[in-house]
């Protein structure tokens, strides 16, 4: 007697629901978009710096998955073809923000400075205050990176990608995705300063 297997197990993997894609079947597409949409939304709001667009870039990088099925090859994870085409719509997305002014993404407003009390209440605010503050700083110092290494940072630290696939998604080497990555731990240490040394 067999054992019965796991939900896990009975689930065609990607490379088979894409296959099928291929095929023309719109069940498959809806699978992989089920499965992946949480992940590649996350990953664009990271190298974007915010969500206000992320899901509609999501949405283009799905319908460019449906549009390339006929000419799908599975010579790579499925993820790493993915998040290739996620790294081509948001480095198009992020040259075409570079041509636009940039607007801070908190308006400088003396009614939302962090205000000193004097109660513990008050010091555990002023601490919530200032942990949101240095995440907002290392999401501005993420998104202050040269592409490449922005996407670097964010399939290694946040995706917890290995550097083989990292690579793949860039299009380069691994020895190439190490200096990427150097490089940009540099960078955000400088601009981290004033918040590391507190």
Do not use: C
Request: hydrophobic fraction near 40%; charge should be negative.
């Amino acid at each position: 007697m067999t054992a019965p297997r796991s939900d896990e197990e009975s689930l065609p993997d990607d490379i088979a629901l894409m296959l099928a894609v291929k095929q023309g079947d719109e069940r498959a597409f809806e699978s992989l978009v089920e499965r992946h949409q949480l992940r590649i939304v996350g990953t664009i709001s990271k190298m974007l710096g915010g969500d206000a667009e992320a899901e509609d870039i999501a949405q283009q990088v799905f319908i460019r998955v449906w549009q390339s099925a006929p000419r799908y090859n599975p010579s790579a994870k499925f993820t790493t073809w993915l998040l290739t085409i996620t790294r081509n719509l948001v480095f198009n997305e992020m040259r075409r923000r570079r041509r636009a002014p940039i607007v801070p993404i908190e308006p400088d407003d003396p009614e939302r400075a962090p205000r000193e009390h004097p109660d513990a209440a008050a010091r555990s605010a002023s601490e919530e205050a200032a942990e949101s503050e240095l995440q907002e700083a290392i999401s501005r110092a993420i998104a202050s990176l040269p592409e490449a290494q922005r996407m670097a940072v964010v399939l290694r630290r946040f995706e917890g990608m290995p550097y083989e696939e990292i690579a793949k998604v860039l299009g380069t080497t691994v020895p190439a995705v190490k200096s990427l990555l150097f490089r940009a731990r540099g960078e955000l240490k400088d601009r981290l300063k004033p918040f590391l040394s507190q």
